[in-house]
């Protein structure tokens, strides 16, 4: 970025706005500066009107409001990306904000404008983008969810890509989604994505959520562990994942006959801060208290 603004190279700098303040997060950055260097790219690309500049900008400061719980901040930078997107005309430029919107939609609860948002954004693809071919079977899976999970989460098994951009947005929910169903061969297919996606990520964000799976398959300890990162979550900002966790952790407190009393408080507490609802049902997830099995899963009660 410094060797741009030196050349006066302004399609470069606006290139290194785009990349790398995402790049800084998931290598475990603090996401304050992955913040402000959206904010200030896009701010650069609104005056000049760089209209795919200040899409990719605003979609890449959505997801990081997504991460910190701020879902009201990042639905508006998500519909901003979507407007600029409209704008430039290009329908295969267009699906991915879309996509980035229904996403809002479904964490707030809005499963059906979610639903239809992603049938939208589907039709205007005629070429999946790999950045987005991890979230396609994530969606499919959202939608299945409540009237089969065990089905949906074998399909998201299946369709789950284990490398490449996003990968491990498709390992996290397999491995939520896997705990439930009791599930442990799914499960430990997730553990393996994020092994991979995170290797030597020892700080932030990445480093947490990687303790967070492997402790899903600990009947033993695994929610104190959980809980741990829940906390430490919360405590570097990270609202909405922590949530995840905590919910997680009381699950699998509940299962091991363990008080789930302070893991649940903080999910509910959580959530309720980050106006999510929880995507995989409401919490206590009472239906979902079967042991882990080792091969396939179990239909919940």
């Known amino acids: ?6 050349l006066g190279d302004q399609p470069l700098l606006m290139r290194c706005y785009v990349n790398l303040p995402g790049l800084m997060e998931a290598a475990g950055g603090d996401w304050r500066e992955s913040v402000r260097l959206c904010q200030e790219g896009l701010e650069i690309a609104r005056r000049g009107m760089d ?6 900008l605003a979609s890449n400061l959505a997801e990081l409001y997504e991460y910190l719980g701020r879902m009201r901040d990042g639905l508006a930078a998500a519909e901003e990306a979507l407007d600029w997107a409209r704008s430039i005309g290009n329908e295969q430029d267009t699906a991915g904000p879309v996509h980035r919107v229904a996403s809002f939609h479904q964490l ?3 499963a059906d404008r979610a639903g239809q948002l992603h049938a939208e954004a589907q039709a205007l693809e005629r070429i999946a983008e790999v950045q987005a ?3 396609h079977p994530v ?3 959202w939608e299945r969810w409540h009237s089969d999970p065990l089905g949906a989460t074998r399909a998201l098994d299946e369709g789950v890509p284990d490398a490449g951009p996003n990968a491990d947005a498709g390992a996290y929910w397999l491995a ?13 297919h997730a553990i393996s994505i994020a092994e991979r996606s995170w290797k030597d990520i020892d700080a932030g964000r990445p480093a947490l959520e990687r303790e967070w799976l492997r402790a899903l398959g600990d009947p033993d300890g695994g929610d104190r562990r959980v809980l741990r990162v ?6 570097l900002g990270y609202r909405y994942p922590a949530a995840d966790a905590a919910a997680d952790a009381a699950l699998l407190a509940a299962r091991g006959g363990r008080d789930p009393a302070e893991a649940l408080a903080l999910a509910d507490s959580l959530y309720a801060e980050c ?25 919940p009660a």
Do not use: C, K, N, Y
């Not at 970025?1 to 030196?6: I, K, S």
């Not at 829940?230 to 405590?235: G, Y």
């Open 139 to 141: 969606q499919a899976a």
């Open 1 to 6: 970025m410094t060797l741009a603004r030196q």
């Open 230 to 235: 829940a906390q430490a979550l919360e405590a």
């Open 108 to 110: 707030m609860g809005d």
């Open 275 to 299: 106006e999510i609802v929880p995507p995989l049902g409401p919490l206590p997830e009472s239906s979902f208290l079967a042991p882990m099995h080792t091969e396939a899963g179990v239909q």
């Open 176 to 188: 939520r989604m896997a705990l439930r169903v009791s599930d442990r061969t799914a499960l430990q």
């Open 133 to 135: 071919q991890a979230f």
């Open 51 to 56: 209209r795919g500049s200040a899409s990719w």
